[in-house]
């Protein structure tokens, strides 16, 4: 079965830069989407960024400038880069891939930003 495994998350000051990590292990046949979401506490899940197969970014407004998706295939890992961080960043942030219709999830790593 497909499991995406996170990892990068922590505790940064107003400023600072985290780099978050999703490994991919099991098989997704075809091409597939990745992205990044995150869910601030008593608030919605929302897109924070995504990456097709190609390679094609795509990002949500409060984030462009200072985020940035990537993937490496032969690692079977998608990256995000996150930085000038601010306190409205403090969320779980979840990786997701996509593919036939179908949705993967991680379990999500805490990002807290805070002096």
């Known amino acids: 079965q497909v499991q995406l495994g996170e990892s990068g998350g922590g505790l940064v000051q107003p400023g600072g830069s985290l780099r978050l990590s999703c490994v991919v292990s099991?098989?997704?046949?075809?091409?597939?989407?990745m992205g990044w979401y995150r869910q601030a506490q008593g608030k919605q899940r929302e897109l924070v960024a995504t990456?097709?197969?190609?390679?094609?970014?795509n990002y949500a407004d409060f984030v462009k400038g200072r985020f940035s998706i990537s993937r490496d295939n032969a690692k079977n890992t998608v990256y995000l880069q996150m930085n000038s961080l601010k306190p409205d960043d403090t969320a779980v942030y979840y990786c997701?891939?996509?593919?036939?219709?179908?949705?993967?999830w991680g379990q999500g790593t805490q990002v807290t930003v805070s002096s």
């Open positions: 997701n891939a996509a593919t036939m219709g179908l949705a993967y």
């Open positions: 099991g098989r997704i046949f075809g091409a597939y989407t």
């Open positions: 990456i097709t197969s190609g390679s094609r970014t």
